[in-house]
Structures are given as C-alpha cells and as structure tokens.
C-alpha cells in the first residue's frame, strides 16, 4: 500500500533534529513526510495539491505583528517561514486536507483561523514555573467527549513544554480542548469534522509514548477516510 506524503513546514535555517524525529514519527504511523521550508517551497498551491496531509511544525516564535504583539528583540522570528505557513494554509482553505498544529504549528493553526496569542505566558501567569523540556513533566488534562480524547485515549497525560509563547483565542471554528493546572492553552481542535488538531507540546519527541504516536496515525487515518 503506497504511503501517504504529509508535509511538514520547518525553518530553512534550523529545525534539522525535530524534522528527523517528526519524519521518524509519520513513517511509524504509516506515512512518508516531506520537507518544507521557505526556500523549497516556491507555490504553495501546488504543493497542497501533491500532498495527503500536513503538519505545521514547532520552531522559532511567530512574527508579533500577526496578532499585535510588541517588538521583543531577544526573541528570534522567521517572517519567511511565516509566511510560507500563512500561504500553504490557505490554500488548503477549500481542501479536506487533514492537518496537526505542533507547537508554534497549533499557534499558526489558531492565527490563520483568526484567533490570537498570548505573547508570553510567563508574564501573562506569573507563578507559572519555567518548565522547558523535551521530556514529559507538564501534567494536561484534556476534555471529555473532544476528537483529542478520542484520539490520545486520555483524559489526563504529562507532555513536553517548550514554549513560551501561548493560544489565547483559538479562531473561527476552533476550541480549546487542553490546558494545564494553571489555564494554558495545550491543544485547539476544529469543531466541525475536518481533522484539523493542534498541540502546544512536541509530541515527536516522545516516540516512547502510545498515546503520542495515536496523533500521527490519526491524521493518517483521516487521509485515509
């Protein structure tokens, strides 16, 4: 059986060690991933259209002035990267494309949707502990009766956290599904029946993890159907 191609945005200047791990992930739940990035992407459109699924990638913060930020210079952007997601979004706007938000992948997901952000969340939730990781110490509890339930099998997991960055309106057709203990934002989900899911944490690098795997085989088997 051929396997589908899911697409995957990553930076063109770094993101070299979570694309190993996110094409690891997809060829395990039965896919073949495709680099994309700023400099091998020249029409977005066309490359929708010879993908079965996406993934939007985690990386660097997304540029403040999509959702009326302030200019932090420490922070470091990628306005190209932006851009190409922006574009490869909508012009999947008309397709059944399934798509999962990773990360800064589920805050693009929440912008294009006409949501927005929290710029920093340890300002925004100052007692908030500084958990940056890759393995899973931030415990989620995550909504009954929710296609993230269905898929993770869980209603309550601890996952990786490395974001400062945060969803604060989730967008047009979206809902939170996930938050932790102190009311961030963990996982969007659209509320219609498109596959259309993002994650807050990074769930490539926790290939150890049944439930986490569960996510790529979901959008795999949304292409499916």
Not at 37 to 65: E, F, M, W, Y
Not at 73 to 83: H, M
Request: aromatic share 6%; proline share 6%.
């Amino acid at each position: 059986m051929t396997r589908p191609i899911i697409g995957v945005t990553t930076s063109h200047l770094r993101g070299w060690r979570s694309w190993q791990f996110q094409r690891l992930a997809i060829w395990r739940a039965g896919g073949r991933a495709k680099r994309l990035t700023a400099s091998r992407v020249p029409n977005p459109k066309d490359c929708i259209s010879s993908l079965d699924g996406l993934v939007i990638g985690g990386g660097d913060d997304i540029d403040l002035t999509l959702y009326g930020g302030t200019l932090d210079l420490k922070i470091r952007y990628d306005p190209e990267r932006d851009a190409l997601e922006r574009a490869l979004l909508e012009a999947a706007t008309d397709q059944p494309l399934p798509i999962l938000g990773v990360c800064r992948g589920a805050q693009m997901l929440a912008l294009w949707r006409g949501g927005n952000l929290i710029q920093d969340i340890y300002t925004h939730y100052p007692d908030l502990p500084r958990i940056r990781t890759v393995f899973p110490k931030l415990s989620i509890t995550v909504q009954e009766n929710t296609k993230l339930q269905s898929i993770l099998q869980r209603s309550s997991l601890r996952v990786n956290s490395l974001h400062h960055q945060s969803i604060n309106a989730p967008g047009d057709g979206m809902r939170i599904v996930a938050q932790d203990p102190r009311g961030v934002t963990q996982a969007i989900e659209h509320t219609g029946d498109r596959f259309m899911v993002g994650v807050q944490w990074h769930p490539e690098y926790m290939p150890q993890k049944p439930a986490q795997l569960r996510l790529y085989k979901a959008l795999i088997a949304a292409i499916q159907r």
